[in-house]
């Protein structure tokens, strides 16, 4: 049955589970992004920003996952697996729902607000 987390959306947690070539955001296997929390878009950052077309590619899931909802081909309804748009150099993602609400960090300048 699909919770319902329309106010309190979930955690979802995204590793990079494969790399073949040559990612050009230098993605490697096993890191990690909080999608909820600080996440940063670019293609430099030591391993701390996340690649925009793979973020673009992980979105809709993301959504679904965040919101309780399910994708009914996956083994586990909180796990999602999805591959970057790069054929060339194909990295694979997978989207993990954590059981615990999602919490943000304050953006610069908004800490007393």
């Known amino acids: 049955m699909v919770k319902s987390f329309k106010n309190n959306p979930c955690k979802v947690i995204l590793k990079i589970v494969s790399v073949k ?41 993301y959504r679904v996952l965040r919101h309780g909802g399910i994708h009914p081909w996956e083994k586990d309804e909180d796990i999602l697996t999805i591959p970057c748009p790069d054929p060339f150099n194909p990295v694979v993602m997978e989207l993990r729902r954590i059981d615990e609400p999602e919490t943000k960090s304050p953006r610069k300048g908004q800490e007393n607000l």
Request: aromatic share 10%; with cysteine.
């Open 21 to 61: 070539g040559t990612c050009i955001a230098g993605h490697e296997v096993g890191q990690e992004f909080d999608l909820g929390d600080g996440l940063i878009l670019g293609y430099t950052g030591g391993g701390k920003t996340l690649c925009p077309s793979a973020f673009h590619a992980v979105f809709p899931g």
